[in-house]
């Protein structure tokens, strides 16, 4: 697992390196060296550790935003000394907030969680067919799925459209379960791709997607589920 600690703190980076031995482990002692690294290596991690006071150039909640304008997927765990930005975090779907000195144990767990939620996407992935060509789409790379007229169209987190023929209904029987949540007679949505519940609408990288009123129970429970399992 690729894993970025951003620290100012040489002693606490260092020893929170020197826990995740077995890791392929960078340390970063600022917000801006982490940013610059990211955009001029095009560096991808598995997971960030953040330490909310990081620096005076942008602290971790900042840098937390950043990284999810840069990588929509990113995983990332608050460390903090103290649990007063546990809102932020709540907010920010930090993967878990851990409190410094971190114990061996809870970052077991963390990455027991993070390598847990890596193989599920790794493993599934949904395969299609459109005008004589075949393909496969990972789940981790799809937000929304909606029908009209027999045509599925599929929306990516890169920002393409893929179109094929079928039935939502038949699609529902295939996807619907840990990832996949129908919302709408027209809608499946990826659940973990879910930004905001507002109103009657999920908002999923910018776009709102309905919820009927028949789903709303179930995908407002589905929602909250995810969320605490997500910063537990």
């Not at 150039?57 to 990113?74: N, S, T, V, W």
């Amino acid at each position: 697992m690729r894993i970025a600690v951003c620290d100012d703190c040489s002693e606490d980076a260092l020893s929170l390196k020197k826990s995740l031995r077995g890791q392929d482990v960078q340390v970063f002692f600022s917000a801006k060296d982490l940013l610059a690294n990211i955009t001029a290596r095009n560096l991808n991690f598995d997971l960030y550790l953040i330490d909310i006071y990081i620096d005076d150039f942008m602290d971790g909640i900042e840098l937390a935003k950043k990284l999810r304008e840069m990588d929509k997927e990113a995983v990332i765990c608050f460390v903090s000394t103290s649990d007063a930005f546990y809102r932020e975090a709540y907010d920010l779907y930090a993967v878990q907030y851990l409190l410094k000195p971190v114990q061996k144990d809870a970052l077991r767990k963390l990455l027991d969680k993070v390598s847990g939620n890596m193989d599920r996407y790794r493993e599934q992935s949904l395969s299609f067919k459109w005008r004589g060509q075949s393909g496969t789409i990972p789940y981790r790379k799809i937000l929304y799925i909606s029908s009209r007229e027999h045509t599925i169209s599929i929306y990516c987190t890169d920002g393409t459209v893929q179109k094929c023929k079928g039935k939502l209904s038949e699609l529902e029987l295939r996807l619907c379960g840990d990832v996949f949540l129908r919302c709408h007679q027209s809608f499946l949505v990826n659940i973990y791709q879910v930004d905001n519940l507002d109103g009657n609408d999920l908002i999923i990288s910018g776009q709102r997607v309905p919820i009927s009123r028949k789903y709303f129970a179930e995908v407002k429970r589905r929602y909250q589920e995810i969320l605490f399992e997500e910063v537990d």
